[in-house]
């Protein structure tokens, strides 16, 4: 089926990794951006879009989400996931293995990205396991999976315990050019632990985790990854201790990544008070000093990147006493309000923002997306930074309820997404 040719007129083109941010025009045709330029006269048969008071960047990639297909549809599938993603503005997930069965082998690598295929919405990039099973004691079959598209290795949800097998995880997965993303805790640590160890856990009444759980799990793998040699990336970063070991790391020229999630910028322990079971989340939320160490981090460029960890739950898992509900919360549909809530506050400039939501979290996992360079795919994002809006978590496209945000006046507001030059997401006119 032929793609249309479709113009963005006169939005406010921010391509950090282009560093263009420019009042242009965007010409799009089969499935590929064509041209960037002020005043393009529109092609014969070409759908004019007024873009005039929208910014136009290229599509979110998230690295960190949970689709929860195979196994869990009932908290979220491929379909809905996407539909999500695509409201959100994003066009490039990454999707984590701890499915059921878990995506250690190639036959469930292949199965996420036929399903993805089928749903025809955004780009799906499987990350494979690092040992069979999540089990932590053998490494799962990397080369088929590597064959079978995956674009990194985790155990997320779990961490790699055992330092020998992370070392030789480092090492085998150095020779496919993967990066071993580590769900850094301690779990001796951080075990029974539902919140963040500290005052406000004492006011109400819960078992902690200390932040050492994160950073010092963070502080062994950058050791190992000294010695290997390999590609290392911190998923959902939340402690001060944790930025302060990535900024040396990377002042050592080790090849290290992080990512931050918008409710560890947004939200610290105290949320947790409320017993709103929506807030617990791994790892938790926490302290205001850790809640800035991270703003400083995402703002100097220690911190790579925003991924969502969006993890859906149904209603059962979550309407619990806190000590007993599953730990996580959605995040596909309200990252890029968070972050423009940001931008409000004078954490971020808005094209920092694009660039920690495009190009930066492209570039740690070394994807091609993440840029509107002429030729390159189509995927993009077209929203109103001055709208504002009421989150409403009836409204969600995910399956699944588990926000903290609902009831919050956000900034941002999701107007289009295209991808591969196909409107995939369109908001209703008034």
Request: aromatic content about 4%; hydrophobic content about 40%.
């Amino acid at each position: 089926m032929a793609k249309p040719c479709i113009v963005l007129h006169g939005g406010r083109v921010i391509d950090p990794a282009l560093s263009r941010d420019s009042i242009s025009d965007v010409l799009i045709s089969d499935g590929r951006v064509v041209a960037i330029e002020a005043n393009l006269p529109p092609p014969a048969g070409a759908t004019v879009i007024d873009a005039r008071g929208w910014v136009v960047a290229p599509g979110l990639v998230d690295l960190h989400v949970h689709l929860r297909e195979p196994g869990q549809e009932y908290k979220e599938d491929i379909l809905s996931g996407t539909r999500a993603a695509a409201a959100g503005g994003f066009t490039t997930l990454c999707c984590m293995p701890n499915t059921v069965p878990v995506n250690d082998c190639r036959a469930v690598t292949e199965l996420i990205t036929r399903r993805a295929r089928e749903a025809g919405l955004v780009h799906v990039l499987p990350v494979g396991a690092i040992s069979q099973g999540l089990r932590g004691e053998a490494l799962a079959e990397i080369g088929e999976m590597k064959d079978a598209g995956v674009v990194a290795l985790s155990d997320d949800g779990k961490p790699v315990m055992n330092g020998e097998l992370m070392r030789r995880a480092l090492e085998y997965a150095r020779t496919f050019g993967l990066p071993v993303v580590q769900h850094c805790e301690d779990s001796h640590l951080a075990a029974g632990g539902v919140m963040n160890e500290g005052p406000a856990a004492t006011r109400a009444g819960l078992r902690g985790q200390p932040p050492a759980a994160e950073s010092a799990m963070v502080a062994r793998d950058l050791e190992l990854l000294a010695w290997t040699g390999g590609r290392y990336h911190v998923a959902h970063v939340s402690t001060a201790a944790s930025v302060r070991l990535v900024r040396e790391a990377k002042r050592r020229g080790l090849a290290v990544t992080c990512e931050v999630t918008p409710h560890h910028l947004t939200l610290t322990d105290e949320a947790c008070a409320s017993y709103d079971t929506s807030t617990k989340c791994a790892p938790p939320l926490r302290s205001p000093s850790d809640r800035e160490a991270l703003r400083e981090g995402l703002a100097d460029g220690t911190i790579d990147c925003i991924a969502t960890d969006h993890a859906p739950h149904a209603a059962q898992e979550k309407e619990l006493e806190y000590d007993q509900a599953a730990f996580g919360m959605i995040g596909l549909e309200t990252a890029l309000s968070l972050g423009l809530r940001l931008v409000a506050e004078g954490v971020l400039t808005l094209p920092t923002l694009i660039e920690r939501m495009t190009s930066g979290p492209a570039r740690a996992f070394g994807l091609t997306a993440g840029s509107l360079r002429p030729g390159a795919p189509a995927d993009l994002v077209a929203f109103d930074p001055v709208a504002t809006g009421t989150v409403d978590r009836a409204r969600f496209r995910s399956k699944s309820r588990n926000s903290p945000f609902h009831g919050w006046q956000l900034p941002g507001r999701v107007l289009m997404t295209l991808v591969d030059g196909q409107i995939v997401h369109e908001a209703s006119r008034g």
